[in-house]
């Protein structure tokens, strides 16, 4: 495991590709040659075949959502419907993110259209939302600050997947009230144009998140971006998850280990001393394992881990906070899942979620689903720990590669002219002011400034060895300054002021440059030009915005 080091970048409009852009489509034909050289077995199901099952399915289920919303899908890429086509995939909560999340979106469209491929987009609704409002900068006096502005009531944590809308009073007036809150900042906010989608489906029955993305999705295909996408909650339901489930729980006592070993190395890596963080390691409750997936009942929307106790020739699983077991398995690790599949398909109609966590989304997407993830930092950072994990529970191969992206995109607010470099300048004439205050008074004040400035030069010219001495000499300098300072008061007062002011100021610009406001916030014809251009790789205006 080797650390690395991600960075969002520092200027508008700059692009974090790594590694660069123009490397995807080896990338994912890397990836590609590596899938056919390694052939797992999932419990009796080959990888290849499983691949093919998979990408068909998931295919199925974005032309079915994207129906169900009134979005025209894409055409289907040679041989997709049989599984066979590539994916280039992204993903990533149904919320309202910034520019830097959404590039992906755009990126994957390029990338698969350079190679005849699939763009494929998960939803990932098993997430918990993080809040129910966002930040939206507003005027007040002069000055730049920033208000939250809520969307809906926060009950508590429940997945986007079972999350409605608790208020829709306060839901339909959100967008007034976000342009309200702008004023004259942002001439033409994409809010305008993307909350009266979002009004479209009050009547859809989707949830609070697929509301959202819904309307998210419309505005690509006003752009010209016609990505399949689905909600990963339904490609949990399907049998290629199934398998894949299967195989992870028939030999989940190597995985518990392998994972956390893993965990330890990173935290070990980064100095980490959070018990939670990345991720928390998985657990044992006497005969029960943790597994790596979360588990509810829709009539209880809280996520808790799956527990898992092993026998000889079946399993049993239990939800974490629930004494009586779920549903037995007929599955061991040296078992065909085939009838382990067909149980775990019953979930649904018994009411039960069961979802993957962020490295196991990742895991099934990156070796099952994609030829190439597109990651944002975050996922980025998360899969440098599973990447290890998954390689050593495979047999020690080399993963599948990713692609990290992110955009820095600012509102184009205001800025004043503060800059770090102006400040710190102060900061050492201040500072000079404090301690060299004789360099700045020329002896024309008065006598008793002459008399004061003399001792201090004669006390600077002395150069005593005895530690007594110098300690003395130390003594009367600061003491010879403290009697300085009142002649300088007038010249200290307006550096402060206007160091002040400048901070002030600097505030105002760092807000200004926050790139994480939401995307509709954002002018919408400018933020269309500029992500529009990552769906078409090939132009040379973006090379000079890229930080590899």
């Not at 092993?310 to 085939?338: F, G, K, N, S, V």
Request: with cysteine; glycine share 6%.
């Amino acid at each position: 495991m080797k650390a690395t080091r991600l960075r969002a970048p520092s200027f508008d409009g700059g692009l974090l590709a790594s590694p660069p852009l123009d490397q995807a489509a080896a990338l994912a034909d890397s990836n590609v040659r590596l899938a056919a050289s390694r052939d797992f077995d999932y419990q009796g199901r080959s990888a290849s075949r499983l691949r093919a099952m998979v990408r068909g399915q998931a295919a199925a289920e974005a032309r079915a959502y994207l129906d169900e919303i009134g979005v025209e899908a894409p055409s289907a890429a040679a041989g997709e419907s049989e599984g066979r086509a590539g994916f280039i995939v992204t993903g990533h909560q149904p919320e309202l993110f910034h520019p830097g999340v959404w590039v992906k979106n755009f990126a994957i469209a390029g990338i698969a259209a350079g190679r005849g491929a699939a763009a494929l987009n998960l939803i990932v609704d098993d997430d918990i939302p993080k809040s129910t409002s966002i930040r939206v900068p507003h005027l007040k006096d002069g000055g730049l600050t920033v208000r939250r502005v809520e969307f809906d009531r926060w009950e508590g944590e429940v997945p986007y997947e079972d999350l409605p809308v608790r208020d829709e009073a306060l839901f339909r007036s959100f967008g007034g009230r976000v342009r309200e809150e702008l004023g004259p900042l942002v001439a033409d906010p994409l809010i305008d144009a993307f909350w009266p989608e979002v009004a479209r489906h009050r009547d859809s029955g989707l949830s609070l998140g697929l509301r959202l993305a819904a309307a998210r999705r419309a505005v690509e295909a006003s752009w010209g971006v016609h990505n399949l996408e689905v909600p990963f909650s339904r490609v949990c339901q399907t049998e290629g998850f199934a398998w894949f489930a299967s195989h992870l729980l028939a030999n989940l006592a190597t995985f518990q280990s392998i994972h956390n070993q893993a965990l330890r190395e990173y935290r070990a890596l980064y100095k980490i001393r959070s018990k939670n963080h990345p991720v928390s390691a998985l657990k044992r409750d006497g005969d029960w394992m943790e597994a790596p997936f979360w588990i509810w009942r829709a009539e209880k929307p809280r996520r808790r881990p799956l527990m898992v106790r092993q026998e000889a020739r079946t399993m049993w699983l239990r939800i974490a906070d629930e004494a009586e077991p779920l549903l037995e398995l007929p599955l061991a690790p040296d078992r065909d899942a085939c009838c382990a599949v067909e149980r775990l398909l019953e979930l649904p109609g018994m009411g039960v979620r069961l979802r993957t966590r962020a490295l196991t989304t990742t895991m099934f997407s990156r070796y099952l689903l994609s030829d190439l993830f597109v990651h944002g930092i975050g996922g980025a950072k998360y899969d440098e720990l599973g990447d290890v994990i998954a390689a050593r529970f495979y047999g020690g191969s080399e993963p599948p590669g990713f692609l990290t992206l992110s955009l820095t995109s600012w509102l184009g607010l205001p800025e004043t002219e503060a800059t770090p470099e102006r400040i710190a300048s102060i900061d050492r004439e201040l500072r000079s002011l404090e301690y060299n205050p004789d360099r700045h008074l020329d002896g024309s004040a008065s006598p008793k400034l002459d008399a004061l400035l003399a001792e201090k030069q004669d006390v600077v010219g002395q150069c005593p060895t005895d530690p007594a001495e110098k300690r003395e000499r130390f003594r009367k300098i600061r003491s010879l300054n403290e009697a300085l300072h009142p002649f300088l008061s007038a010249v200290v007062d307006e550096l402060r002021e206007r160091r002040s002011s400048l901070l002030a100021q600097w505030e105002r610009n760092r807000l200004a440059r926050n790139r994480e406001y939401a995307l509709v916030l954002h002018p919408s014809n400018r933020l269309r030009e500029r992500l529009t251009a990552y769906a078409h790789p090939q132009s040379d205006e973006l090379s000079d915005a890229v930080e590899s």
